[in-house]
């Protein structure tokens, strides 16, 4: 059995390549245990491994058996290699179900973790402090709240392990691949919905509703001196502005007290500009709905992202990824009522325009101190140009840039309703499972409608997650005599409205079209031949006089004149005969005032 290995400091991987290390030894310590009821193998490990699916599997059993009153483990999908993803749910009450839970009167926080299998902290944290909710060392915890835990979330990528899997991070001995079975990134997904993994946790929050989502990572990048860095969409640049304003009031003090007086060094998630140059600054990123908490942003669910840093021991990334959820766990029990009125502020408004795009600001922000690692920086005779050498001595930075995403690039306007073909079912489908309320239409369109028509589009050079990209440019035209029975009506005005725009909008760049859900829209499927075409065309223009100077004008464009296959082209596309449906975009806005219909999954009206 796993956990039997006590040797494993003989397979973990020679970490002489990285960094040196600033001494830590944080009270967190005292959370380890040895020996005894339920010790995780992490422990008995020394704090240098991590248990495959297997013997995972089988201590979420053991937890289940010393515990079945107040525990329930389920299975909340498959992946594509039919390994069954599972979940712990921990209630005082014994409340497992979702209908039970909603009657709690306590908040519920879903914590996830693996979702890079590679980056699995959150599984072996969260194991010590359900051990301890078992054996009754922590009785407090489920006063608090009630709790659903996702130990591994890309179950077949945690089963591509390897202790050469990740270059900059130091430990567990062996760990998980980033990807999933098909090669696809699950924390790309919470738009398109390709992975079975992903929509298994919408899945879950659609029925449970949690009040804080919390998605356990570990860092790339630089080297600095904070082990626990997390973060949200800030305040400025948020969806959800009154929700971030929440985690920053309430939240955050206390996971960071939580944090600092166990020895741990809380930190804000940021990046590097010039990984060759700290003093050029940091970069403030805003996540977008294809990340977890892009998209708990724009669904009004308060989400939050750790970054555990790579650099420092497993370990210590471990006993501060439970010290930070103990954190987080007090913060939403004592506060669970001003963040669920930040929630419900949220919900009840969509604005006129959204923000669907953004860049990093030209003029830098300041952050008072950032604690960094010192280091030197030389031309590398391998790679011919500077390098950094971190030096594992603790340098703080004062008055450091910091270069937000607030820079806006494109604002679309909100229509009142989208309108969806019955052909796509799978958008409906999806749509559903992003919590979007749906409507099915009965009857004649009474209505005015806009069609985006696609002027300008090119796709991606090399695939992204699977799919050739698209990005475009539209015309909004009026579309006109459109029967919509049987078409799905979704209303902006819901609570999941705004998640609802960033899905449905063209302009918007993590939308089902941008992923390429309707490329088939850039396809001629009919052509013409030119022997039918100019008798035709001929007649055509000859009854049509304003059409017959349109024409003489696009002549007067000399490229247009001597190209005839463009002449021939631009004629064919006036005639009846052109496809209709060639380069529009098939769902439809209004963008007058529609009936507000109360959320739920389906109704036909």
């Not at 069954?84 to 306590?106: C, D, H, P, R, Y």
């Not at 998630?269 to 970069?283: E, H, I, Q, S, T």
């Not at 604690?371 to 594992?392: D, F, I, N, P, W």
């Not at 979007?436 to 209505?447: D, F, M, P, R």
């Amino acid at each position: 059995m796993f956990a039997s290995l006590l040797f494993l400091s003989a397979i973990v991987a020679d970490n002489s390549h990285l960094p040196p290390l600033i001494p830590w030894q944080g009270n967190s310590v005292s959370l380890l245990q040895q020996q005894g009821p339920l010790t995780t193998d992490f422990e008995l490990s020394q704090g240098k491994a991590s248990p495959n699916y297997a013997d995972t599997m089988a201590f979420v059993d053991r937890l289940v058996a010393a515990n079945p009153t107040q525990f329930q483990s389920q299975t909340i999908g498959y992946s594509n290699s039919n390994r069954a993803i599972k979940m712990l749910v921990a209630s005082e009450q014994g409340f497992f179900e979702a209908g039970q839970m909603a009657n709690s009167t306590k908040p519920t926080i879903l914590i996830q973790a693996g979702i890079h299998a590679g980056e699995i902290d959150g599984k072996d944290a969260m194991f010590m402090l359900l051990r301890d909710i078992a054996t009754g060392k922590r009785r407090d915890i489920l006063k608090k709240v009630n709790i659903l835990f996702i130990p591994i979330l890309n179950v077949d990528g945690h089963e591509r392990s390897s202790a050469f899997n990740r270059i900059n991070q130091r430990g567990p001995a062996k760990m998980g691949f980033r990807t999933n079975a098909n090669n696809l990134n699950l924390n790309r997904d919470y738009t398109k919905l390709d992975t079975p993994e992903v929509r298994s946790v919408l899945k879950v929050i659609n029925d449970y509703n949690p009040n804080l989502y919390i998605d356990v990572h570990v860092t790339d990048g630089a080297d600095y001196q904070y082990d626990v860095t997390y973060g949200y969409n800030p305040v400025f640049a948020s969806e959800s502005p009154a929700i971030s304003d929440a985690l920053d009031q309430y939240i955050k003090p206390v996971i960071d007290a939580t944090l600092q007086k166990q020895g741990h060094i809380p930190g804000p998630l940021v990046f590097v500009m010039d990984k060759r140059d700290f003093k050029k600054g940091l970069a403030g990123w805003v996540a977008t709905p294809r990340f977890s908490n892009g998209w708990g942003d724009l669904k009004s669910l308060p989400t939050i992202l750790v970054e555990n840093h790579s650099l420092k021991p497993y370990q210590q990334r471990v006993l501060g990824t439970y010290v930070f959820l103990d954190g987080a766990i007090n913060a939403l029990s004592q506060y669970s009522h001003e963040l669920a009125n930040a929630v419900k502020k949220e919900q009840e408004f969509v604005p006129d325009k959204l923000i669907v795009k953004r860049s990093y600001a030209k003029q830098a922000d300041t952050i008072s101190e950032f604690k960094g690692v010192e280091y030197t920086s030389s031309v590398s005779a391998l790679s011919g140009q500077t390098e950094v050498k971190y030096l594992g001595k603790a340098y703080t930075y004062t008055d450091l840039p910091i270069y937000w995403q607030k820079q806006v690039e494109r604002v679309v306007d909100v229509p009142q309703a989208f309108f969806v073909p019955p052909v796509y079912s799978d958008i409906i489908e999806k749509l559903k499972l992003h919590g979007v309320s749906v409507n099915k239409l009965k009857g004649a369109n009474t209505q005015p409608l806009k069609l985006a028509k696609v002027l300008d589009y090119s796709f991606d050079k090399a695939p992204f997650e699977g799919r050739f990209r698209v990005s475009a440019s539209f015309d909004y035209v009026p579309a006109i005599n459109v029967d919509l029975d049987g078409w799905y009506q979704v209303n902006t005005q819901q609570k999941a409205g705004e998640l609802a725009v960033h899905l449905l909008h063209p302009e918007a760049p993590d939308s089902f079209f941008a992923w390429g859900e309707f490329n088939t829209i850039f396809q001629r499927t009919e052509y013409m031949e030119n022997y039918a075409l100019i008798p035709y065309a001929r007649k055509m223009l000859k009854d049509n006089p304003k059409l017959a100077l349109e024409f003489d004008k696009k002549l007067k464009d000399k490229a247009f004149a001597h190209d005839a296959n463009a002449r021939l082209n631009w004629l064919y596309s006036h005639t009846p005969f052109y496809d209709e449906a060639y380069l529009k975009y098939p769902i439809l806005m209004s963008y007058e005032q529609v009936a507000v219909i109360p959320d739920q999954k389906d109704k036909e009206i």
